[in-house]
């Protein structure tokens, strides 16, 4: 365990030392990917508190996971800091503060967390079925509402404001509904979870911002307790999420730290956006410092030379961070055509099994899709080859951001409400490290935040990735960082691949490889 401040600071190259060693004021860290920003961030927490700077009870570390929060706490505590740090995600936090504040702010009992998707879907089912016009409930029409309604919370938009949004944006209503249509099936949601006594999980992030607005004397003592924050992943927050971060700081307080790149920005559609990381300096300035972590210490020139090839295109490139690898040369980029998807995923499969035959983890081993639809072939293929697999899909709306992290996270604060954020961990990590030794099939949403020594990112063909060959603009831009982000997973070796047909029928329209197949 590192005992002295100075001891702290070991091993840090000079930008990562800077934002360490800058404490006080607003810092911004861009961090490209393999940058080492978990690194940073948490010894510069450590190093603030080891000098005596910071009161660790002070301090929160705002997360996007479970998972992450919980390598956050197990590494500040390894630097000698102790639990008295939080680590969090936004709804965890928030929620420990609602459970606290309630009893001073209603006499009734606080509403229950909605527990599985298919009690929210029945309510929103109900609420479709009570608006005026009676709209159709069939599962794609109530999954699409719901989804709309998630949308709206966290991007701050009340149902009688939805017409005017749509209007001012052009965003089309789900499931064939018209504005009004939908603003009503959405005021009738509301009015069905209250009936209810529930909340849903982004009820937690508004209440917060209630109390926060509208009870002086709860929000300063929240704001004691909130003294020193550092927010990772900023370039994800949700103007829901920058509310409520705005709240917690207050008009005087100056001392957050963000974390991001808007190159892995690939949440959008979900309402998550840049914005608020490039504008940090206009937002909160003038800076104490505004570091720039671009030397990627995870891939190989080769790898990180091809993620800056899929950026270099991009409209928006003057956004991104210039990576640089420092790590030895390693093993070229592969690339290969397929006739089928079948042919493929047994392709991919069999350079696995020569993998693992040259003594490397089946762990170490990443197959890549671009929707959860791709990974069943791959499944049977790793079956037949006698490799275990674990599977991370995309689980709709919900699990968009967070994935599989998202829903366990909303299960244990079911099932807490609010408690031992380490006992949670504990639980998180035993679930995971229960599942060594098989290979990662996963979509590129899901994988990040994750590295593989070995990765196969496969359905390189247009439609796929990109996603329905979207013209230029936002789309095709999101979907080139989705690209950017599966390529930097990669530590050693990267895999390209993709399949002419889908069932390798001569006589089918032949795919065609991504225009991000450079």
């Known amino acids: 365990m590192t005992t002295s401040a100075e001891g702290i600071l070991e091993g840090l190259d000079e930008a990562q030392r800077r934002a360490a060693t800058t404490l006080h004021g607003p810092v911004r860290i861009i961090a490209g990917a393999g940058a080492g920003k978990t690194r940073t961030v948490t010894r510069r927490i450590a190093y603030a508190c080891a000098r005596g700077e910071w009161d660790p009870a002070g301090v929160l570390a705002v997360t996007f996971s479970v998972k992450a929060a919980a390598e956050m706490r197990t590494r500040i505590a390894g630097l000698g800091v102790g639990g008295s740090v939080t680590a969090a995600t936004f709804h965890s936090a928030a929620l420990r503060q609602v459970r606290n504040a309630w009893e001073d702010i209603c006499d009734a009992p606080m509403p229950r967390i909605a527990g599985e998707p298919g009690e929210l879907q029945r309510i929103v089912a109900q609420a479709m079925q009570r608006s005026r016009d009676g ?26 404001d939805y017409p005017r949004v749509t209007a001012a944006t052009h965003r089309q ?18 009015q069905e979870k209250t009936a209810h006594g529930l909340i849903d999980f982004d009820d937690i992030l508004l209440i917060d911002c209630h109390i926060l607005d509208d009870f002086d004397e709860i929000a300063a003592d929240i704001r004691r307790n909130l003294r020193w924050i550092t927010v990772d992943e900023y370039q994800d927050v949700s103007p829901l999420q920058h509310r409520l971060l705005t709240l917690w700081l207050g008009e005087r307080n100056r001392d957050i730290c963000v974390v991001g790149d808007p190159a892995q920005t690939i949440y959008s559609f ?90 490397v983890s089946p762990s170490d081993c990443a197959i890549l899709t671009r929707i959860n639809a791709q990974q069943n072939v791959c499944c049977a293929a790793l079956r037949q080859a006698g490799l275990r697999y674990r599977v991370r899909r995309d689980s ?63 359905g390189c063909s247009e439609g796929l990735i990109p996603f329905g060959s979207p013209n230029a603009g936002d789309e095709l831009e999101e979907e080139r960082r989705l690209m ?35």
């Not at 499931?175 to 603003?183: E, I, K, S, Y």
């Not at 089928?340 to 069999?350: H, N």
């Not at 982000?485 to 065609?512: I, M, P, Q, W």
């Open 270 to 359: 979900a309402g998550a956006s840049s914005y608020d990381l490039l504008a940090f300096p206009d937002q909160f300035g003038p800076l104490a410092a505004d570091v720039s972590l671009n030397t990627d210490y995870r891939s190989t020139p080769q790898i990180v030379r091809y993620a800056n090839q899929v950026l270099a295109k991009s409209p928006d490139r003057t956004d991104y961070l210039r990576l640089v690898s420092a790590r030895e040369t390693g093993a070229r980029i592969e690339r290969t055509r397929y006739m089928s998807d079948e042919d493929e995923a047994k392709g991919v499969a069999s350079r696995i099994m020569r993998l693992v035959a040259r003594g």
């Open 135 to 160: 709209v159709e409930t069939d599962v794609a029409a109530v999954r699409d509402v719901q989804a709309e309604i998630n949308w709206c919370k966290i991007s701050l938009v009340a149902p009688d």
């Open 484 to 518: 950017y982000v599966a390529v930097t997973r990669a530590e050693d070796t990267l895999h390209l691949s993709y399949a002419v047909t889908k069932n390798g029928d001569a006589d089918s329209r032949g795919r065609v490889p991504s225009r991000f197949v450079v």
């Open 396 to 458: 709709g709306w919900e699990g968009a951001a967070l994935v599989d992290d998202h829903a366990v996270e909303r299960q244990m604060l079911i099932d807490a409400a609010g408690g031992d954020d380490a006992g949670a961990a504990r639980e998180v990590a035993a679930k995971v490290g229960a599942k060594t030794g098989a290979v990662t099939i996963s979509t590129i949403h899901a994988s990040k935040g994750l590295e593989f020594k070995h990765v196969f990112l496969i």
């Open 173 to 190: 209503p789900p499931a064939g509904l018209d504005p009004r249509q939908f603003a009503d099936a959405y005021a009738c949601y509301e």
